[in-house]
């Protein structure tokens, strides 16, 4: 079975700052690790991914990840915080053996203080 | 260019209807997933489909959930029988191709289906 856990159900930082939004998973084989990111009213869209290669990921408006196989974490930051950046973010794990199957977390809600 | 549409955007239904929810994936993409999120979870695997089969049908939580994709482009989640726990917000996700797993998904807005 497959597994992901967001510790952290709100993350609060002001904006400039850096943030940092937990990410642990649990999955048989190697993992593909996704980060996506849903605004108010908005569908999920797609922010990074690790598939293979560099640890470190860089994604879209600034944001980046990165994987650490022994602490099987996918951990997503950004250097400076924006206000517009407040929003709810999921981590999503599937096997490389089963390619449909996606597991998601419960979701961070990151709120960005001016 | 079009993203991944659904209808009706909510459905109200009373318990032991049957309801229907469409799903349009982006043109061309082979690989269509439902969700299922309720209030304050992620977004939880139902049904995954590669081309017009269902590759792993192993979310779907009982034998009153069905989907068809007959066409291998627009797909129907079919709900026998509805209960209040059905109650929660239908996503539907499309990828270019599923087979290898390293595509991200692209989501649909979801039906928001409540059952009275």
């Known amino acids: 079975a497959q597994s992901v856990a967001q510790p952290e159900d709100q993350v609060n930082v002001a904006e400039g700052n850096p943030l940092t939004v937990k990410c642990t998973y649990s999955?048989?084989?190697?993992?593909?690790l996704f980060w996506y990111v849903q605004y108010p009213n908005r569908g999920l869209q797609f922010l990074l991914k690790y598939i293979t290669g560099d640890n470190l990921v860089k994604g879209s408006y600034g944001f980046e990840a990165e994987f650490n196989k022994s602490q099987t974490s996918f951990h997503l930051k950004k250097p400076s915080a924006l206000v517009s950046d407040s929003a709810l973010y999921f981590c999503a794990v599937r096997p490389n053996t089963n390619a449909g199957k996606s597991t998601f977390g419960d979701g961070t809600t990151l709120t960005v203080k001016p | 260019g079009a993203g991944v549409s659904q209808t009706p955007s909510n459905k109200v239904t009373e318990k032991g209807k049957y309801v229907e929810l469409r799903c349009d994936p982006i043109s061309g993409h082979t690989a269509l997933y439902w969700y299922r999120q309720s209030l304050g979870q992620g977004p939880e695997f139902l049904i995954y489909f590669q081309g017009t089969g269902a590759a792993d049908d192993s979310g779907l939580p009982n034998d009153r959930f069905f989907a068809v994709r007959p066409e291998g482009s627009v797909s129907t989640l079919k709900i026998q029988r509805t209960e209040r726990g059905d109650s929660a917000v239908y996503l539907c996700?499309?990828?270019?191709?599923?087979?290898?797993?390293?595509?991200?998904?692209?989501f649909g807005p979801g039906t928001r289906l409540t059952v009275l």
């Open positions: 999955v048989s084989g190697n993992p593909y």
């Open positions: 996700a499309s990828s270019p191709d599923g087979l290898a797993g390293v595509n991200e998904q692209f």
